[in-house]
């Protein structure tokens, strides 16, 4: 019930002071009931409300403001200089030349506008690393994201097998089991191997993997990979060690790999390279235990009918 009083009437000359019903509005409060309407707002409920506006989440926000700054020909986020053509649609600097100077959007020509006003909205946001998936928990500003990304610990691994374009990312277990499950690669326990290498027809020379190995020791993994491939005019062969891990985990470890016959044998010693770096980079740089096609035939017995190759070698880590 609210209760509101009334103010004094004014003192009324022709009426006499005893006039008991003007005494009674005098000294009695009026008792006024609140109409019954069931739409009424209690507006002292909500005076602390925030605004409809602001329980919009700061997340959402950032995404929508991801989303302004993609590029829309490759999707990619787009970093300064960000162009934009006359009316406003914006690309990045690295697809500006694939659409021949013309808007994708609204085929207008896009000319040298800067997108300032965008470029300097994404130097105040602060995003999570792509790979959070993968474990990574940092925030960074969306101009040192992209140099983190490069060197995030957490980021995914490719698949060592060189035999197959294979496309699968992951990390370092979830790349054994695939090695093992869908490549068929065999796996071995222990630093020291003795593996022989055949080829029916050693004039003929492919680019790709004879051999990949696993091997599983001091708790990590090592790929050796034997291959033959066209250097020049002739083929060669060569074997080498890619641990599976980062490159500064790489270096605690080295390798030795052995190959010989008929009294001869030649022996390399380095430092396994990680996976990081592709099977190709790592074999273009001859990075491993190399055999001229010669010496190989002279090691399987020198009849060059066929090829056999025994290499034997071991990892250790260093202390």
Known sequence: MLLRRVANWPYCSSMASGNTF??????????????QNEDMLDVSDHVNDPPQHALKSNGTVASNVRELLECPVCLNAMYPPIHQCSNGHTLCSGCKPRVHNRCPTCRHELGNIRCLALEKVAASLELPCKYEAFGCVGIYPYYSKLKHEAQCSFRPYNCPYAGSECTVIGDIPYLVAHLKDDHKVDMHNGSTFNHRY????????????WMLTVFSCFGQYFCLHFEA???????????????????????NYSYSLEVGANGRKMVWQGVPRSIRDSHRKVRDSFDGLIIQRNMALFFSGGDKKELKLRVTGRIWKEQ
């Open 22 to 35: 003007f005494d009674d509005m005098r000294s009695k409060p009026e008792v006024i009931d609140p109409p």
């Open 198 to 209: 055949v080829k029916s027809n050693p004039h003929e020379v492919e680019n790709a993997t």
């Open 229 to 251: 491939f066209q250097l020049g005019m002739a083929p060669v062969y060569i074997a080498f060690l890619r641990f599976m891990g980062d490159d500064n985990e790489a270096k």
